[in-house]
């Protein structure tokens, strides 16, 4: 062991620390990628890189040879190898094994990233891309339990695993953990034919979502969506399924339809089975009237005693029995997709070829150790089990499982060929016989499948069966691709792209447009404008804010719905035209973006705002994680930026699309970057005040287009709102990115307006009770000087106003004092009030640190009131008003304050200083 290590002294050692798990869904702060985050605190191991460790490489190496084939940052094989001998950190160990063991997995996910946590040293964010979600968690728990278990006995350890994965029942032995992790992947993976329509969704751009736990797939969005099961689709007809499945039935319409099908009765005893099968004639077979994957069927039937066996096993799928003739010849699958063939595959029944040493049950155990073969569907090949019907079929050939044949000798297992029993299939695509091709596609159509697997048997599929006898056997709804994707012999077949075509034929949309707007200030206003717009437009919208989920402007969810889920949720909606959705900066950090690229994405403005939370320390990083919403755009959509937010500008270096501005500055204030854009013929938005107008209009290809006087916009109250006068440019500057007329956007927002029931919490005005009362959720400084700068235009002199104030609690002490700071110098008389949920903080110590802020403006203490439940400060501030006072209240739960304010019946007796001082002015 190396001398180092036998020195240390194992107190105060501090192991590795996971200290949070992060599942990224669609691009994110670190990476466009689907991601795994987890966040690892090396502890004392941070001193501890991998040449410091004797053997540890070695090891990993013999345990997972496929990391050899990791380039990292060499970009060639055997790099990672060499960071390992070179000395690399653990977090990035991990970050490898993890995509490692999925790959082991069949995964195709490759890419990662380990980087250091600014401000703590050795802690890293090990991140690493995924296909399965379920199977990346678990790969990531095994990955770290591993790195740990090669340390030395003096390192090991590793804290806060079981409180964010589920604790394993046994201690760790890595060949358990891989066989736990391929029974996950069984589990939740979806299966050849569901992942090979996936993949060719994916490849022409068509969004992707798993629906459920198994093979439930939403392809599409908004109104364009389809969904599939496997081969089933949403066009796929319940009649012709229900056909499908009734064999009986099937084949006496193909027969009425002069369809070659084998002759047969329906049975429902052993004594009418055998009857029929005499009536028949030998051979016969036996199957189910209704099921699939050939279970439950007995070919090659000869004598009454094998029709009474066989009718037992079918009896174990299905009450009523089938008994038909045989045809003689190969079994084939045809597939038909939209009425035509696109691939055919002769079927064989599992078997293993003689070496003459082994005896049949070694060659079995021989054939399952192929690669491609696994339990069930979920593999291109299926294992084979050896059951009463194997040792049935050995046995009427006179064979058992100790039989050993000889060399070269192929010994078929079973009667049928399916592949879900252990089957094989050749490619036999360019050999049908245009005759047969016919039969089949006939057959499909005839049962009403858009999607259909025809079963075929015939001595030769290159002669038409008019001349070789047989014929059509069944019909199948939803027949499995995996025969074609990957035979054992012949060409591989892409039958999945014909089925995309099925249900997005060439030149059709599988996408909404999706506007996606994020900032710190005016997201839910801009959003509602956009979604105004649009509506008059003749778009059905679906609107994704922070106030709830409303479709087509009906709201069917309330709260906070800006996050990734309620983005999928709306993407989800079968009705919507087009998709408006506010991005707040929580969802970004917590798991991404609910969409894998927007359209028009808009960065409203970036101010101090949940700094000092979740590692954003700066207004620079806050406009990083906001620009996410820019980085997605679609390389021909747009990014709407605003001009007088510097940290928004910046965001040109990295937004895609083409970029539009948007400033309130006048042309002899717009800083050079906009001036060099719009003289190069760029688009911005802007409004020019002259002689009491603000004109809104459109610079483009150099030259002027007048949109409307802002003062139209009653949501800006004759423009002295000024900051809905700028969430109207960026509402302008998406809808025209959208090709909406101007007409249709200057009668949108002539009717535009901030009622409570337009835009709850947002501006609400309300006039009754003898004074003017405004609802608005002003939480943030900028916030609060934009609604500032507004009740100073509004304000009447000698006009008093009362100012309800209150900042949630995770802001940074000197924010909340600036809001303190700022309410003095607006109100006359100010009230501080506590939301409900304070983030950690105790009763009273952010009404305290804005009572502290406000004292520091020189806000005389008689001016300010204390009254922390929300609800007790509203009535305070509605029974201290008098006729004429203008109250603004700060909202947090805007709902019931606005209610409350509706209902409010009368003042009662409150003293105010200000107004005993107005009274005793006018008295001397």
């Known amino acids: 062991m190396n001398s180092a290590i036998e020195d240390r002294t194992l107190i105060g050692f501090r192991p590795m620390h996971v200290r949070e798990v992060a599942i990224y869904r669609g691009p994110h702060f670190y990476s466009e990628l689907p991601m795994i985050r987890i966040q690892l605190d ?56 993890a995509l490692e063991l999925q790959t082991m997995m069949g995964s195709r996910a490759t ?103 198994t093979s439930l797939v939403q392809l599409g969005q908004g109104k364009y969506q389809k969904r599939i099961r496997a081969s089933c689709t949403g066009i796929t007809s319940e009649i012709a399924t229900e056909i499908a499945c009734d064999k009986d039935l099937t084949k006496r319409l193909l027969q009425e339809a002069g369809i070659p099908v084998p002759r047969g009765s329906v049975v429902r005893s052993a004594d009418e089975a055998v009857k029929a099968a005499e009536d028949l004639g030998y051979p016969v077979v036996v199957k189910p009237l209704e099921g699939n994957h050939g279970r439950g069927v007995t070919i090659g039937i000869e004598t009454a005693d094998e029709v009474r066996w066989a009718f037992d096993i079918a009896r174990e799928h299905d009450r009523t029995i089938l008994v038909e003739q045989q045809f003689s010849g190969s079994d084939h699958r045809i597939l038909v997709i939209g009425g035509e063939v696109v691939a055919v595959a002769e079927r064989l029944p599992a078997h293993v070829v003689g070496d003459g040493r082994r005896s049949i049950a070694e060659l079995i155990e021989m054939v399952n150790l192929d690669p491609r073969r696994d339990e069930g569907h979920s593999a291109f090949l299926t294992r084979i089990e050896v059951d009463e019907c194997v040792e049935h079929f050995l046995e009427k050939r006179g064979l058992t499982l100790a039989s050993i044949p ?45 999607v259909a697997g025809i079963d075929f048997l015939c001595p030769d599929i290159r ?50 447009p999706i506007f996606a707007i994020t900032g710190t200030n005016g997201k839910s206003t801009t959003s509602r404008m956009l979604a105004h717009i649009l509506k008059h437009a003749g778009l059905k919208v679906g609107l994704a804010m922070t106030t709830g989920i409303f479709i087509d402007g009906q709201r069917i969810a309330k709260g906070d719905c800006s996050g990734p889920r309620s983005a999928r949720l709306i993407l989800r909606e079968p009705t919507i035209d087009a998709a408006v959705l506010e991005v707040a900066r929580g969802g970004i950090l917590r798991e991404g973006l609910g969409f894998d690229r927007c359209d028009i994405g808009a960065v409203l403005n970036v101010s101090a705002d949940h700094l000092g939370l979740r590692g954003l320390d700066t207004v620079e990083d806050l406009a990083q994680v906001k620009g996410v919403v820019v980085e997605s755009v679609a390389r021909n959509g747009w990014s709407i930026l605003n001009a007088d937010n510097q940290p928004s500008a910046s965001l040109e270096r990295v937004a895609r699309g083409r970029i539009c501005y948007f400033s309130m500055r006048g042309k002899n204030e717009w800083p050079a970057f906009l001036r060099r854009h719009i003289a190069e013929g760029g688009r911005a938005v802007t409004c020019e005040i002259e002689a009491g107008r603000y004109d809104i209009v459109i610079h483009e290809d150099c030259e002027k287009l007048f949109v409307m006087d802002a003062a139209e916009i009653p949501a800006t109250f004759g423009g002295l709102a000024d900051f809905n006068v700028e969430n109207a440019l960026a509402a302008i500057a998406m809808a025209y990115a959208q090709d909406v007329p101007l007409g249709v956007i200057r009668k949108a927002l002539c009717s535009f307006a901030t009622s409570f029931e337009e835009l709850p919490g947002r501006l609400n005005r309300f006039d009754g009770h003898g004074f003017t009362t405004i609802v608005d959720y002003a939480h943030n400084p900028d ?48 009230v501080f009030k506590e939301d409900d949920e304070r983030r950690g903080r105790a009763p009273g110590v952010i009404a305290g640190l804005l009572r502290e802020g406000a004292l520091e403006a020189g806000c005389p203490p008689e001016r300010i009131h204390t009254i922390l439940p929300e609800n007790e400060a509203v009535l305070f501030c509605l029974q201290l008003a008098r006729p004429g006072d203008l109250v603004i209240l700060g909202a947090d739960e805007y709902e019931a304050v606005w209610r409350q304010v509706v209902e409010f019946e009368g003042n009662s007796p409150v003293e105010d200083p200000f107004r005993a001082n107005i009274r005793r002015l006018k008295v001397g």
């Open 42 to 97: 090396l502890g004392d191991l941070e001193h501890w890189p991998t040449n410091r460790l004797p053997g540890f490489a070695e090891r990993l190496a013999a345990l997972l040879p496929g990391l050899q084939s990791h380039g990292c940052s060499y970009g060639t094989e055997g790099g990672f190898i060499r960071r390992l001998e070179e000395g690399t950190w653990l977090g990035h160990v991990t970050e490898h094994v």
């Open 463 to 512: 002669r038409p069966v008019s001349e070789t006898g047989g014929g059509i056997i069944e019909v199948n709804a939803g027949p499995g691709f995996r025969m074609h994707l990957q035979p054992s012999e012949g060409r591989s077949r892409n039958v999945a792209r014909p089925m995309i075509d099925l249900l997005f034929p060439p030149g059709s949309r599988s996408r909404v």
């Open 783 to 830: 916030g609060l000087a934009a609604l500032g700068r507004f009740v100073r235009k509004l304000k009447r002199p000698l006009q008093r106003s009362i100012g309800m104030i209150g900042i949630p609690g995770d802001r940074r002490d000197v924010d909340i004092r600036e809001m303190g700071r700022l309410a003095a110098g607006l109100f006359d008389t100010i």
């Open 111 to 213: 890419r990662g990233k380990t980087r250091s946590v600014r401000g703590k040293p050795g802690v890293y964010n090990v991140m690493y891309a995924y296909s399965d979600e379920p199977v990346a968690l678990l790969a990531g728990r095994i990955a770290l339990e591993l790195v740990q278990h090669l340390l030395p006995a003096e390192l090991r350890g590793i804290q806060g695993l079981d409180e964010i994965y589920e604790t394993p029942e046994t201690p760790f032995d890595l060949a358990e953990r891989l066989e736990a992790l391929k029974d996950l992947h069984r589990d939740v993976a979806l299966g050849p034919t569901t992942a090979s329509l996936v993949r060719e969704a994916q490849r022409r751009d068509i969004p992707v979502w798993r629906v459920d736990d």
């Open 406 to 450: 000889p060399e070269g000798r192929r010994v078929d297992l079973r009667p049928t060929a399916n592949l879900s029993t252990g089957g094989t299939a050749i490619d036999r695509t360019d050999e049908i016989h245009p005759e047969n091709a016919l039969i089949a596609r006939r057959a499909a159509q005839i049962v009403g499948l858009d």
